[in-house]
T-cell receptor
Framework: DGGITQSPKYLFRKEGQNVTLSCEQNLNHDAMYWYRQDPGQGLRLIYYSQIVNDFQKGDIAEGYSVSREKKESFPLTVTSAQKNPTAFYLC???????????FGQGTRLTVV | GQNIDQPTEMTATEGAIVQINCTYQTSGFNGLFWYQQHAGEAPTFLSYNVLDGLEEKGRFSSFLSRSKGYSYLLLKELQMKDSASYLCAVRSHSGNTPLVFGKGTRLSVIA
């Protein structure tokens, strides 16, 4: 089955540690996105990539980094510079001929 | 700037009809999307409007007026499982570009 997979579903980290969230898709989509969701805040764009080896900052990129070495994969690293990293992180992808974005199941990150 | 407004919460009765409104002010417009999101889960696509008018899909319909920067999602014959957040999103630019989301409307369906 085609889809977009995020792992892990729940992640706990100590303050000051970097952590990488995985996102893999087998939909052959060119574009991939990372959003953050906080209660009452809706989805806010962190980074996006429209093609391999290229990515753009979104509205809240500070404290995050990404890479796009393969079409299928778009990992997000939450660095120690991110002041409030505890949140629900959603990865999405979209293709040239699809109008909507498809979402992964999300990773809930808790930093203690 | 980009601004998408929708009510924070709504309550409706099982079997009834509910309309969730969305107004938007964005730098461009290349389509409006509605997603459903149950708590702790991924958003799932409901509807897409790029031209003015009504799009119907089963119990769900979505309307768009580009001149007014306005859309609504209409849910008919409400069921308890429709209790969820409903997200309005706009694609501002053409091509494979990100969606800008509103804060979502939490709908509670009561018996």
């Amino acid at each position: 089955d085609g889809g977009i997979t995020q792992s892990p579903k729940y992640l706990f980290r100590k303050e000051g540690q970097n952590v990488t969230l995985s996102c893999e898709q087998n939909l052959n989509h060119d574009a991939m996105y990372w959003y953050r969701q906080d209660p009452g805040q809706g989805l806010r764009l962190i980074y996006y990539s429209q093609i391999v080896n290229d990515f753009q900052k979104g509205d809240i990129a500070e404290g995050y980094s990404v890479s796009r070495e393969k079409k299928e994969s778009f990992p997000l690293t939450v660095t120690s510079a991110q002041k409030n990293p505890t949140a629900f992180y959603l990865c999405a992808s979209s293709g040239d001929f699809d109008t909507e974005a498809f979402f992964g199941q999300g990773t809930r990150l808790t930093v203690v | 700037g980009q601004n998408i407004d929708q009510p924070t919460e709504m309550t409706a009765t099982e079997g009834a009809i509910v309309q969730i409104n969305c107004t938007y002010q964005t730098s461009g417009f290349n389509g409006l999307f509605w997603y459903q999101q149950h708590a702790g889960e991924a958003p799932t696509f409901l509807s897409y409007n790029v031209l003015d008018g009504l799009e119907e899909k089963g119990r769900f319909s979505s309307f768009l007026s580009r001149s007014k920067g306005y859309s609504y999602l209409l849910l008919k014959e409400l069921q308890m499982k429709d209790s969820a957040s409903y997200l309005c999103a706009v694609r501002s630019h053409s091509g494979n570009t990100p969606l800008v989301f509103g804060k979502g409307t939490r709908l509670s369906v009561i018996a």
